[in-house]
């Protein structure tokens, strides 16, 4: 067969402008997760001559973790098949296609670092965390977003998504979100952290609806939510947007055991200020599961407040009540009683050297001590994205606590201009934690009290930006003086302290 040359030469330009424009949209943050990219404007995708556009986006990132003895031991349950360090890869391909009509096509693919199969008894349980960073199928490959995007469907200022896609409930900004971020978090029916340690108690051997596990223990899965988001802008003012959702983020199979997340959510936009207008958000949201019996409403409140006096001020606190059913074990009904709330202030310095800033934070997800006889569930249930701390918080390194716990927490950050602005950028975490109730171990209430105390938190992140594709950041965090770590009623680690610690290179294209 012939080859055209000059069309192969077109081809090739057309590829190299799409990789450029992608790049040019897409550069990432210091281990941050990149954004979709924004849509084209529809004003230009509306004329005659709009021509259909591919762009690409490629972004891969190398991490070396190291985690001491403590963490690997919680996380495996002491089968010991997980290494203090390791290697953590991550890669991913992006294609956007943009279309006449307002629409446009997404599709991802990436490397699974939190991947397990729900439905193998050998990922299960005790030797679930092999999926963790360091075990043998980081590198399976998975779709990550498949969907269509159309916008000013039926009228203006509709717009729809279909497909598996990111949904996140950010009050703040991206990667922020205190109940859902559907993309990177769990599945929200698995029992909370605490309650899987030292023989565990009666919903640490809860498995996700339409699994049949073998043991009981840690787990770990990124839930691949598909569904629908149907978004307006209400009376083309762009300061009322409402959504209405419907997501299946677990296929139970067979017997049809899906778990589903649907609700509403209303952002107001209030413009105090023209560069950073205020927010308040309402939500209403459903959790259930059919094989568990589990319904679980929630409704929830948000207030950004960015006053433009002093300049940058911003208070933010938001606040979730849930009521329903959280399962049915052993044949009985448990009820859902449970709250979660938080509140902060960020004050920026941008006059001073380094341009710090300050913020102050803290919040509070209600538990229970999982007794065998409680027929009431007080542990918060989300799909939450914080992944604030290194050791108690991140679910890719760390211990990913997410329910019965408070924190109090201090960060400062600071920026400097080495080759470009901001390229060099620190920040310094301080957090205490504390378990909200200590749960009761199976079998009867704990031999001792270890206390409710997880600990002192100290963390650190530096990140340079060689140039908008590549960027280098270390990381490091302790948690300190931890009760719950130590005691054989806690953790039994034996060890009052953690570490994780480490470096990543990330590179988009």
Known sequence: MDLDVRRLGDLLKLARRGILLAAALCAAAAEGRAEEPAAAPPAERKESGFVPRVDFRIEAALSAVY??????????????????????????????????????????IRNAPLRANLFDHDTWGTEANRDVPGGGRDYDAFLRRAFVRVDDLFWEQLSVKIGVQDFALSLRRPGDAFFADLLHSEFALVAPVTEAAAGGSTYALTA????????????????????????????????????????????????????RFFGLNADLLVPFTEEAPSLVTLVLAGIENDRTGSRIWTVGLGVDLVPGVPEGLDVFAELYWQSGFYGEPA?????????????????????????????????????????????????????????????????????DIDSNYLAGRARITAEADVIQKADLRFEVMYAYFRLYREPERAGGAA????????????????????????????????????????????????????????LSFRVTF
């Open 331 to 399: 044949g009985r009904r448990v009820r859902q009683s449970a709250w979660a709330g938080r509140a902060g202030a960020r004050v920026p310095f941008a006059s001073l050297p380094l341009r710090p800033a300050v913020e102050i934070s803290g919040c509070c997800l209600t538990g229970d001590r999982g007794a065998p006889g409680d027929d009431v569930n007080r542990d918060f249930v989300s799909y939450e994205g914080i992944d604030d701390a290194l050791v108690v918080e991140s679910d890719l390194h760390g211990l």
């Open 447 to 502: 031999d001792r009290n270890p206390g409710r105390r997880l600990g002192h938190e100290v963390d650190l992140r530096v990140a340079f930006d060689f140039n908008e594709h590549a960027t280098l950041s270390l990381f490091a965090g302790a948690l300190l003086d931890s009760a719950w770590l130590a005691h054989r009623d806690g953790f039994d680690t034996g060890k009052r302290h953690a570490l994780v610690g480490g």
């Open 67 to 108: 985690r001491s003895e403590g963490v690997t031991r919680i996380l495996d349950r002491d089968s010991e098949r997980d290494s203090e360090g390791y290697l953590a890869p991550e890669a991913g391909v992006q294609l956007v296609a943009w279309l006449p009509r307002s629409a446009s096509l997404t599709l991802e």
């Open 208 to 259: 996700p609806g339409g699994t049949d596990p073998a043991t009981h223990g840690l787990f770990r899965d990124e839930a691949t939510p598909a569904g629908a988001r149907l978004t307006w802008n209400a009376f083309h003012m762009s300061l009322l947007f409402v959504d209405a959702f419907y997501f299946t983020v677990l296929e139970g199979g067979a017997d049809h055991a899906d778990e």
